[in-house]
């Protein structure tokens, strides 16, 4: 028989080889407490382990009729596995979870959703969240107690650090440019979620609730987690331009431009300090002279110049690192 429930809430969940992790995952949507009807949506991008065999267990469990299950008979990718799951809900609002990332609060759904119907010109929500390193067993924050979110530049700022994550965020389904997505595909985008809440910035406003509801794994073999300096740079590659697709149309002032470029360009450089060899360093440390440094980060000036002297490297790099906490 057809299902003709109106669902409120669509969670969206992307999924290549998670067998490790897709169970936690689903679980804590399972256990969401909520007034409201909500369905599943899995896509996933030709897994080649048992994840295909977990998630049928738990369609049973669920319910058929509120868990779908899209399957590819190849590997196409992250952004178009997860806009083939974001293009399969009928649903008002969606949420976002990628497999190997759980929800630790049973009100996550019911909080957001809430908000967004009391607000109706706020377009999404997202909440603090813990990053936890599966290796070293630890859980941190990732914002601080005093954050507020950037209302009137989330835009903006958003470009200059991508601070929301998909799996703690909730937003209304409408704002989705379907052509625009099919743009992102076209481009070989690689973060989509991150262009759609550039995209979202542009139209409508945000929100954020100061709790966490959600925590964000940092494990092995992730294109965005995983330790590995030459991933680490493809990251930071992709996300610089996105921003500037965006800002082909919406540029940023002068003065965030060039913010904007001295972070990407430092991140590159810390990525060459904490896993690639000081010829490395040495290579993304071309791009900045001092002045840059006392322009945009004084702090950070002992960097550059350690940047420079290979026995100021050494000397200054365990500290570094032990400063420079994980998921900052």
Not at 75 to 88: I, M, Y
Not at 194 to 206: N, R, S, V
Not at 247 to 274: G, V
């Given at each position: 028989?057809?299902?003709?429930?109106?669902?409120?809430?669509?969670?969206?969940?992307?999924?290549?080889?998670?067998?490790?992790?897709i169970a936690?995952?689903?679980?804590?949507?399972?256990?969401?407490?909520?007034?409201?009807d909500?369905?599943?949506?899995?896509?996933?991008?030709?897994?080649?382990?048992?994840?295909?065999?977990?998630?049928?267990?738990?369609?049973?469990?669920?319910?058929e009729?509120?868990?779908?299950?899209?399957?590819?008979?190849?590997n196409?990718?992250?952004?178009?596995?997860?806009?083939?799951?974001?293009?399969?809900?009928s649903?008002?609002?969606?949420?976002?979870?990628?497999?190997d990332?759980?929800?630790?609060?049973?009100?996550?759904?019911?909080?957001?959703?809430?908000?967004?119907?009391?607000?109706?010109?706020?377009?999404?929500?997202?909440?603090?969240?813990?990053h936890?390193?599966?290796?070293?067993?630890?859980?941190?924050?990732?914002?601080?107690?005093?954050?507020?979110?950037?209302?009137s530049?989330?835009y903006?700022?958003?470009?200059?650090?991508?601070?929301?994550?998909?799996?703690?965020?909730?937003?209304?389904?409408?704002?989705?440019?379907?052509?625009?997505?099919?743009?992102?595909?076209?481009?070989?985008?690689?973060?989509?979620?991150?262009?759609?809440?550039?995209?979202?910035?542009?139209?409508?406003?945000?929100?954020?609730?100061?709790?966490a509801?959600?925590?964000?794994?940092?494990?092995?073999?992730?294109?965005?987690?995983?330790?590995?300096?030459?991933?680490?740079?493809?990251?930071?590659?992709?996300?610089?331009?996105?921003?500037?697709?965006?800002?082909?149309?919406?540029?940023?002032?002068?003065?965030?431009?060039?913010?904007?470029?001295?972070?990407?360009?430092?991140?590159?450089?810390?990525?060459?300090?904490?896993?690639?060899?000081?010829?490395?360093?040495?290579?993304?440390?071309?791009?900045?002279?001092?002045?840059?440094?006392?322009?945009?980060?004084?702090?950070?000036?002992?960097?550059?110049?350690?940047?420079?002297?290979?026995?100021?490297?050494?000397?200054?790099?365990?500290?570094?690192?032990r400063?420079?906490?994980?998921?900052?």
């Amino acid at each position: 028989m057809p299902n003709n429930t109106q669902y409120m809430v669509g969670v969206c969940i992307t999924t290549y080889n998670m067998q490790d992790y897709i169970a936690r995952a689903i679980d804590g949507v399972l256990m969401q407490q909520t007034s409201f009807d909500y369905e599943i949506v899995v896509s996933d991008d030709a897994s080649t382990d048992n994840t295909l065999e977990i998630l049928e267990q738990y369609r049973i469990k669920a319910g058929e009729e509120r868990f779908k299950i899209i399957t590819s008979e190849k590997n196409q990718g992250v952004t178009p596995n997860l806009a083939k799951s974001l293009f399969a809900t009928s649903a008002k609002y969606i949420a976002m979870l990628d497999a190997d990332d759980y929800w630790i609060d049973d009100k996550k759904l019911q909080k957001q959703v809430d908000y967004l119907q009391s607000n109706p010109d706020v377009g999404y929500v997202y909440t603090n969240y813990y990053h936890e390193s599966i290796t070293a067993g630890k859980r941190l924050p990732a914002f601080p107690a005093n954050y507020l979110h950037p209302v009137s530049n989330a835009y903006e700022m958003m470009l200059i650090q991508h601070y929301i994550q998909p799996s703690n965020t909730c937003f209304r389904a409408s704002l989705i440019d379907k052509q625009l997505v099919e743009t992102f595909i076209q481009r070989n985008f690689k973060i989509l979620d991150y262009c759609l809440f550039l995209d979202f910035a542009l139209k409508t406003k945000g929100a954020y609730l100061p709790f966490a509801t959600t925590v964000y794994s940092h494990r092995p073999g992730s294109m965005s987690r995983e330790n590995n300096y030459e991933k680490t740079l493809t990251n930071y590659f992709h996300s610089y331009e996105i921003g500037n697709f965006f800002m082909s149309e919406n540029p940023l002032p002068d003065a965030l431009q060039q913010k904007r470029d001295f972070d990407y360009h430092y991140n590159l450089l810390l990525a060459a300090w904490k896993y690639g060899s000081f010829e490395d360093v040495q290579l993304q440390a071309v791009w900045f002279n001092a002045m840059l440094f006392k322009k945009h980060n004084p702090r950070a000036l002992y960097v550059y110049y350690a940047s420079k002297q290979k026995w100021l490297y050494f000397l200054v790099r365990p500290w570094l690192l032990r400063k420079r906490k994980f998921g900052k």
